[in-house]
């Protein structure tokens, strides 16, 4: 039988919190408003992720020597413990805010987006369009 030490199972979770949380501002922030900058996003997602990993790994149990042994740490600037995940979550927000002014200042290109206002519509009768199965609801109403 297959089985894996158990510290596996609880490290994965504690990093899987602190990434999936650094995830956020780039998806959120980037599909809501395009005030953001695009390389911003990523630079602050880049700092949250590599803040979160290395201070999670820097915790280590006192008994047994072992890293990622909890999911708070001393915040940085305050001396407080606090959450990693959402230090390095304010990290990423404060980084891409940032660099966001700093890159339009500097007039950094964006990139291009491809997508037009066509994109955004679909008719029935255009090629790729399928019409949709009744709902329950439509289907009873047929009946009557």
Same mark, same amino acid.
């Given at each position: 039988? &297959?089985?894996?030490?158990?510290?596996?199972?609880?490290?994965?979770? &504690? &990093?899987?919190?602190?990434?999936?949380?650094?995830?956020?501002?780039?998806?959120?922030?980037?599909?809501?408003?395009?005030?953001?900058?695009?390389?911003? =996003?990523?630079?602050?997602?880049? @700092?949250?992720?590599? /803040?979160?990993?290395?201070?999670? /790994?820097?915790? @280590?149990?006192?008994?047994?020597?072992?890293?990622?042994?909890?999911?708070?740490?001393?915040?940085? &600037?305050?001396?407080?413990?606090? /959450?990693?995940?959402?230090?390095?979550?304010?990290?990423?927000?404060? @980084?891409?805010? @940032?660099?966001?002014?700093?890159?339009?200042?500097?007039?950094?290109?964006?990139?291009?987006?491809?997508?037009?206002?066509?994109?955004?519509?679909?008719?029935?009768?255009?090629?790729?369009?399928?019409? =949709?199965?009744?709902?329950?609801?439509?289907?009873?109403?047929?009946?009557?």
């Amino acid at each position: 039988m &297959l089985s894996l030490d158990k510290s596996f199972a609880i490290n994965l979770q &504690l &990093l899987g919190g602190i990434w999936i949380l650094q995830t956020f501002p780039a998806i959120v922030f980037g599909l809501y408003t395009r005030w953001f900058h695009r390389w911003a =996003l990523f630079a602050g997602w880049a @700092v949250g992720m590599v /803040y979160g990993t290395w201070t999670a /790994y820097n915790v @280590v149990n006192p008994v047994t020597g072992a890293h990622f042994a909890g999911s708070t740490a001393e915040i940085p &600037l305050l001396g407080k413990n606090g /959450y990693i995940a959402l230090t390095a979550w304010v990290l990423n927000v404060l @980084v891409t805010v @940032v660099l966001t002014v700093v890159f339009r200042a500097l007039k950094v290109a964006e990139g291009g987006d491809e997508t037009t206002a066509d994109d955004y519509h679909a008719d029935a009768g255009e090629p790729g369009v399928r019409p =949709l199965p009744a709902t329950s609801t439509e289907a009873a109403g047929t009946r009557s």
